[in-house]
């Protein structure tokens, strides 16, 4: 158990609707990460968080949006799915904000659009 | 999106032997890192490396940043059973993390 906890753990929806995927980090832990994992594209990076604010953005598509709250969790939405927005979607937290500092990933969301 | 080279795609050894895989960027990397995930599980980082030519270990896992600060390669030596799963490199570029293609292990008894 990494500590950093992701709900839900599936879901299942259509296209066109809209989803919030919701991560808590570790304790003590700042910074956040979102990343997308699906069998064409492999593992993607989306975006960071640090304390609250965005740090480094990645691939993300403009139908996707992230925040981190001030209680430090952190929500990514996905709006107009489409079907190959199915994916694993990872979260991940570390201490600081450097690459090489240690992210600890939970267990993922996975998303299934019909 | 973009996907760093990795080689190979997939191996299957036998336990005790050694595995090498590499990655390989048209750009250069500030930092390389390393991830093993199991099946089911997220990502787990096993080496990091900050400097062209670094040589690093972790146990059984030596890793090294590429002078040209475009390639890395991992080295795990005496395979065990749980060594199997996916290992990824990633490459830090500009405020953006850019994950290899993945080399799938598997040990045989």
């Known amino acids: 158990d990494s500590g950093v906890t992701q709900t839900p753990k599936h879901l299942i929806t259509a296209t066109g609707q809209r989803v919030t995927l919701r991560c808590s980090p570790r304790s003590g832990d700042l910074s956040v990460y979102w990343y997308q994992q699906s069998l064409d594209q492999g593992l993607q990076f989306l975006i960071q968080y640090y304390n609250g604010e965005e740090r480094a953005k990645g691939n993300i598509l403009e139908r996707f949006s992230a925040q981190q709250f001030p209680d430090l969790h952190s929500e990514l939405n996905l709006s107009s799915l489409e079907l190959g927005d199915s994916a694993l979607y990872f979260c991940?937290?570390?201490?600081?904000?450097?690459?090489?500092?240690?992210?600890?990933f939970g267990p993922g969301t996975r998303l299934t659009v019909l | 999106g973009q996907q760093l080279n990795q080689s190979p795609q997939s191996m299957f050894i036998q336990e005790g032997e050694d595995v090498s895989m590499n990655c390989t960027s048209s750009s250069i990397f500030n930092t390389w890192l390393w991830y093993k995930q199991d099946p089911g599980e997220g990502p787990v980082l096993l080496i990091a490396?900050?400097?062209?030519?670094e040589l690093t270990s972790n146990g059984r896992l030596t890793a090294q940043f590429g002078i040209t600060r475009k390639d890395s390669f991992l080295n795990i030596s005496a395979s065990i059973p749980s060594d199997v799963g996916i290992y990824f490199c990633?490459?830090?570029?500009?405020?953006?993390?850019?994950f290899g293609t993945g080399t799938r292990l598997q040990v045989f008894p």
């Open positions: 490396l900050y400097k062209a030519g």
């Open positions: 990633a490459g830090d570029s500009t405020d953006k993390l850019i």
């Open positions: 991940a937290s570390s201490v600081v904000a450097g690459w090489g500092d240690t992210q600890y």
